[in-house]
């Protein structure tokens, strides 16, 4: 991944000049460091543990001190200990230093974070496919890379000789988790893609050029999107919240590295590249609700995940940082700092 100031933008950022003074170049285990101007919570990840995706379990586990995510305080400080960072505190009600404005890096510079997508998938709702496979040139059930296939194309579909599909297998309907009775598209898998090798009237002859998944006949092709393998990061636009609403693998929980879809997509402007959090209802234990009527606490933190494919209505995004196991339902946010 390209670490550059441009990480400031979507990453939990204080923007502000850099002193003349270099920080600590490390702390040892146990000691505490003073947050300086310029230091990020993606900063200080990296430079005390070598992870700069730990950035979400400082935010969860410090909830009163780290109110919002992309502001913290020159002044503040942290403690090294055990491969954690614990926010300690250090201002009061009365303090009168804010944070102070961030500052938008220049349209130059750039952050690319590696995804090597294949295979995502995406949820189908109004868009038809352009053809389907109707036969290979041999008895073989499954097909598989190099294997030559007859294609049909759909009335107004067009094939030509060099042309590349992408072949989709329809799954289930997806149903919003929080409402039942809406139903957001149906499940589309990504099997792999096709290229067109000869064209002889209504006779097309494709080549599977990729293989993800077991490809078989009645496969259906649509529009080719070419795997990324590196997406740059752009600021959000949207303050609408949204929700996870299903996964590529139906896995009951999701961590790093998993595809899963989520209920905003282009008529939110949501764009390729949008960084969003992942959070849950905090649990709230019996001995904090004891002699309490009401407490709001925000929510917990439980990852990250950055939009690799968009929709109108929906998107198909990459977990690349979880603190906690993550679930269909989960509150989604759009990174817009």
């Not at 900063?43 to 070598?50: C, G």
């Not at 595809?259 to 904090?288: K, M």
Request: glycine share 8%; with cysteine.
């Amino acid at each position: 991944m390209t670490r550059t100031l441009a990480c400031r933008l979507l990453i939990l950022v204080v923007f502000l000049t850099f002193s003349a003074f270099a920080a600590p170049a490390f702390a040892q285990r146990g000691e505490i460091y003073t947050i300086q101007k310029g230091d990020t919570l993606w900063d200080l990840s990296q430079r005390f543990i070598e992870d700069p995706f730990y950035w979400p379990n400082i935010w969860s586990d410090n909830p009163d001190l780290i109110t919002n995510p992309h502001l913290i305080f020159p002044g503040q400080q942290i403690r090294i200990l055990d491969g954690r960072l614990q926010i300690i505190p250090a201002f009061t009600d009365s303090d009168t230093e804010k944070p102070t404005e961030t500052v938008t890096p220049t349209t130059e510079e750039q952050l690319s974070i590696s995804v090597a997508t294949r295979g995502d998938g995406f949820i189908l709702v109004d868009e038809h496919p352009q053809g389907r496979i109707i036969d290979a040139t041999d008895n073989r059930v499954l097909l598989t890379e190099t294997d030559l296939v007859f294609v049909s194309m759909n009335a107004g579909s067009i094939a030509r000789t060099g042309d590349t599909f992408g072949i989709y297998q329809r799954g289930d309907v997806i149903v919003h988790p929080h409402n039942k009775k809406q139903r957001l598209g149906t499940m589309m898998y990504n099997l792999g893609s096709l290229k067109v090798v000869e064209v002889r009237g209504s006779t097309v002859v494709g080549r599977i050029d990729s293989a993800y998944r077991e490809i078989t006949r009645g496969a259906e092709l649509f529009y080719y999107d070419p795997p990324r393998r590196e997406i740059a990061l752009r600021r959000g636009t949207t303050e609408t919240p949204g929700a996870l609403v299903a996964t590529q693998e139906e896995k009951g929980t999701i961590s790093t590295g998993d595809i899963v879809f989520i209920d905003l997509g282009r008529n939110d402007d949501l764009a390729v590249g949008n960084l969003f959090y992942i959070s849950r209802p905090r649990q709230i234990t019996s001995e904090a609700l004891r002699g309490a009527e009401h407490l709001d606490l925000p929510e917990e933190v439980v990852g990250a995940a950055i939009v690799t494919e968009t929709r109108d209505n929906t998107s198909t995004a990459l977990i690349i940082k979880s603190v906690d196991t993550a679930s269909i339902g989960n509150r989604v946010t759009v990174a817009t700092d």
